[in-house]
């Protein structure tokens, strides 16, 4: 074998120093605090399920996938929504969450697809991904529409206003005479008076101050122990290898994903890929990895696991991650067809740490 990357023998509380992207710096830091490298992609068809779904299986995972346009009754109310509720469930369980979009498209198209139409993805997703068979500048626009939509709400202007009978003592000396501010007379030279005045002020907080976009509605002033809530910032993740059979993904286009991620380190976190992609001495990109499938409980860890009959392959934690070098784990049928989700989700949470563990050495 030949020699392997540093990043895949060093602990996610280390790789996390040196992450550019501030998100992936949280994530792994979570990933330690939570061990667990574990995706669940929540592939149901109604707002319920998704968040019972999430409700339930969030404290063994670090990101929960979505398909916001699979699901039937997603509401899409910026202040009380589906979104909202998914944020809310995320900071009480810890995890972040990925919408699984594939932005493909001229690069215009994807800005107005990620910050504006029903869905407004990047208010409420932490991730998403693209497919740059559109060209490496698609990449580029998307990182500007999430530096200006951050630019944007970096501060919340928070007014207050107070209403009150002045006193004299509130005037500087000779203001009162000079501004006729308590004794004022009209022109025909009745006395008027103040008998009250309203003061407006206004003070700025920073976006990311832990009670931005929080009300009680839904219990999400809940946020998980350990760690502070993650950054305003967006991260983006390539889509450079897929799972399915006969996947026209060539080693070109994975490569020119390769140097994307590198030309736009302050957005990309790293790719949805098959295998470790970090080859350059300073690459820290992260790795989230679908087709991960567990044979049922009681039978061989490591066993052959049949496809879906529709494309997909699986393989098993041990292999993509000790082998193959993903750092997560992307698991859907899996859980959500099994018996007991929740119990489910411990099981492949457990395998995919021990595996990460075992490639520690």
């Not at 501010?181 to 103040?194: E, Q, V």
């Not at 832990?210 to 993650?230: C, S, Y």
Request: glycine residues 8%; contains cysteine; proline residues 6%.
């Amino acid at each position: 074998m030949p020699d392997r990357h540093p990043t895949l023998l060093q602990p996610y509380s280390e790789r996390a120093k040196t992450a550019t992207h501030p998100l992936s710096r949280y994530l792994f830091r979570l990933m330690d605090l939570k061990a667990s490298n574990l995706c669940l992609s929540a592939d149901v068809i109604t707002a319920r399920e998704l968040l019972a779904l999430a409700d339930k299986v969030g404290p063994s995972i670090v990101v929960l996938k979505t398909h916001y346009d699979l699901i039937s009754g997603w509401d899409y109310n910026p202040q009380t929504g589906t979104g909202v509720k998914l944020a809310a469930l995320a900071r009480k369980h810890g995890f972040l969450i990925f919408e699984d979009r594939k932005f493909v498209d001229i690069g215009k198209t994807v800005q107005m697809q990620y910050t504006a139409g029903t869905a407004r993805i990047i208010e409420w997703a932490h991730i998403t991904n693209a497919n740059i068979d559109a060209g490496k500048d698609m990449v580029r626009a998307m990182a500007e529409a999430a530096a200006n939509w951050k630019a944007r709400i970096h501060y919340e202007v928070k007014t207050s206003v107070s209403v009150g009978t002045p006193v004299a003592g509130q005037f500087e000396d000779g203001e009162e005479q000079n501004n006729n501010a308590l004794d004022d007379r009209d022109s025909d030279g009745r006395k008027g008076s103040i008998v009250s005045i309203t003061t407006v002020t206004q003070s700025f907080e920073p976006a990311d101050s832990p009670r931005l976009a929080k009300t009680n509605e839904h219990g999400d002033e809940l946020v998980f122990p350990g760690i502070e809530e993650p950054p305003m910032d967006r991260g983006l993740l390539l889509l450079a290898q897929m799972s399915s059979k006969g996947c026209l993904m060539t080693k070109d286009y994975t490569q020119a994903c390769v140097e994307a991620a590198r030309e736009h380190k302050d957005f990309v976190m790293g790719y949805v890929a098959q295998e470790a992609l970090n080859s350059a001495p300073d690459d820290n990109f992260i790795h989230m990895t679908p087709g991960c499938k567990l044979p049922p409980p009681g039978e061989e860890e490591n066993g052959h696991v049949e496809g879906d009959g529709l494309g997909q392959q699986y393989n098993t934690p041990a292999k993509l991650i000790n082998i193959l070098g993903t750092d997560i784990v992307i698991v859907g049928r899996g859980i959500i067809q099994a018996a007991d989700p929740p119990s489910e989700a411990e099981r492949y949470r457990r395998k995919a740490w021990k595996a990460y563990l075992t490639r520690l050495g």
